[in-house]
């Protein structure tokens, strides 16, 4: 009886923290791509679009030489590494918040 | 007295011992690496997208990665202990860790995964150029945090650097042939009670990387962490200086992943030269008459695959040329015992490309430092001239193809001439291909 109520309680607790995984995730990589569109530009040290001359160094695979055009930082991509983290996170914490509330975990 | 007893324990300088026993250890390490960790993928990330200008570039690809064979020549898996990633797991499963236990698939497998991640790492940098691209190399970091992030929570102690980090086949294939172990003393070993190398003592946790000093017989795993030393009340821990390469004739089990993981290392460390070369065109050129497009992923898809094939077959036609006609199974077997013989000469290959990018573009580490602070400086990235790279190349292989083949008599049980004349020249033939290939005028990574 005791057995089946943890049960039930875990079961209910893991699919908690695996809602708030997914809403984690949407909410924060939801604001990072807010961010990008929000400004279009972005303050960073490289200079947007200036075109920087890198030395010609052979023509192969490993190096196309060439000009190098400075980029801005990619909010979407970093917002989405650290949505997929956090999200991650807590999760873990959650989880172990809530085996320690039981005491299954010292 | 016992071989063990025999052997130099540099634990027994009680300076060693005390700092190994103490939370600066490796933490001290740790900490600055983690502090130049996040530097470096900031910069990579944020910084400009020229790999000549930019500090995470430079401290990656021109310091770190040809440092990193040397590491594991001299001192085994120390990175590991040091690696910000191992830092990282370790307060993520303080704060939001489980005590889940290692998925059987991944104990199982692990290794074949780590074989994988590392094939398409390789891959993956040649077909969207994640050395030479700040941006790339950041997102890889970001990328191999996130596998760390999440193993740290699901599972217990560091899954991810035993099955998952693609450095870790490499780390141990290297460290096997490093001239450091870290054993326990069998006679102590066998009547400890508490196990607390394993199981931690309750401040420290145990083994991360889930060895048991009782059955441990190589440095393959060890990450020299120091929590056996913190945690074995009998003082049972040892660390002993050795011959390079020593254990490679020592190993009880053989196993397949690693032979064929070591063969692979050989393929690459080709493939990587041979990128950087200026025929490179001219091959790419040979191959696209075969493949009938002028794709550059296809035609160095092909190229790279034929680079792994290349050590791995020949290495399986080694192991047929020295079997007995009479036990076909032997073959297999062969070309696992003897796969291990090629680890000196995959660390020789790695370090003399490598010695390449540190001695030619070494400066850029400098002056993209003092570019961190404002200042610009321009010039000459070499240390070194090429003449005398390229000797110190020679000088490498050669030292690669001696232990190569003194591990070759050695896992042969010292057998005849003739008995191991095919992997004698087997060794000679990846020696001979290394050497030619640093004769030809190389592309930098910066």
Request: overall charge positive.
């Amino acid at each position: 009886m005791l057995n089946s109520s943890i049960a039930k309680r875990m079961m209910g607790m893991r699919r908690a923290s695996w809602m708030i995984v997914i809403a984690s995730f949407l909410i924060v990589s939801g604001t990072a791509w807010a961010d990008e569109n929000k400004h279009g530009e972005h303050t960073t040290k490289a200079t947007s679009s200036q075109s920087v001359p890198v030395k010609e160094v052979g023509t192969g695979g490993h190096r196309h030489g060439g000009d190098v055009e400075e980029s801005p930082v990619n909010t979407k991509v970093i917002g989405a590494f650290a949505a997929v983290n956090a999200a991650f996170l807590i999760y873990g914490v959650f989880r172990k918040y809530g085996a320690k509330r039981e005491g299954r975990l010292s | 007295m016992s071989a063990s007893a025999k052997k130099i324990n540099l634990l027994n300088q009680p300076w060693i011992r005390r700092f190994m026993k103490s939370r600066m250890y490796p933490g001290l390490f740790q900490w600055s690496a983690m502090f130049l960790f996040s530097m470096i993928v900031y910069q990579l990330v944020a910084g400009t997208v020229n790999p000549s200008h930019n500090f995470g570039t430079s401290m990656t690809w021109v310091l770190w990665w040809p440092l990193i064979p040397v590491a594991f020549l001299f001192l085994g898996r120390f990175w590991c202990a040091v690696c910000p990633f191992g830092k990282l797991s370790d307060i993520i499963r303080k704060l939001a860790g489980s005590e889940r236990p290692m998925p059987q698939f991944l104990k199982r497998y692990g290794i074949w995964l780590i074989d994988i991640f590392f094939i398409a790492i390789t891959w993956s940098d040649h077909i969207w150029g994640i050395v030479e691209s700040p941006r790339g190399s950041g997102y890889l970091l970001l990328l191999l945090t996130t596998m760390v992030v999440a193993t740290s929570v699901l599972y217990e102690r560091r899954t991810f650097c035993k099955t998952l980090c693609f450095l870790g086949g490499l780390a141990g294939n290297y460290s096997r042939a490093g001239m450091l172990e870290l054993r326990g003393t069998p006679e102590i070993c066998r009547t400890c009670k508490t196990q607390s190398c394993y199981k931690g003592d309750g401040q420290t946790e145990g083994c991360p990387m889930f060895l048991y000093m009782r059955t441990m017989d190589s440095s393959a795993d060890c990450n020299l962490c120091g929590n056996c030393v913190k945690t074995c009340l009998n003082q049972s821990i040892r660390l002993t200086p050795r011959i390079p390469a020593s254990e490679l004739w020592g190993i009880t089990k053989p196993r397949t992943e690693h032979a064929f993981l070591a063969a692979v290392i050989m393929g690459i460390v080709f493939v990587q030269n041979i990128t950087m070369l200026e025929i490179w065109e001219d091959i790419l050129r040979q191959i696209a008459v075969f493949s009938g497009t002028s794709h550059y992923g296809v035609n160095f898809t092909i190229a790279f695959l034929l680079s792994m094939l290349l050590p791995i077959g020949l290495l399986w036609f080694t192991g047929m040329l020295a079997a007995n006609r009479s036990e076909p199974g032997r073959i297999k077997d062969n070309f696992v015992r003897f796969g291990y013989a090629i680890i000196p000469l995959d660390l020789a290959g790695h370090l003399a490309h490598n010695l390449f990018h540190a001695l030619t573009e070494g400066k850029a580490v400098w002056y993209n430092s003092i570019g961190l602070l404002g200042e610009r400086m321009e010039g000459s990235l070499a240390l070194a001239s090429p003449v005398v790279v390229q000797y110190l190349q020679y000088g490498v292989i050669v030292l690669g193809l001696i232990g190569s083949i003194y591990s070759v008599y050695r896992i042969g049980q010292r057998g005849s001439w003739k008995q191991l004349l095919p992997y004698y020249a087997f060794m000679v033939l990846l020696a001979i291909i290394n050497m030619y290939l640093f004769t030809l005028p190389m592309s930098h990574r910066v």
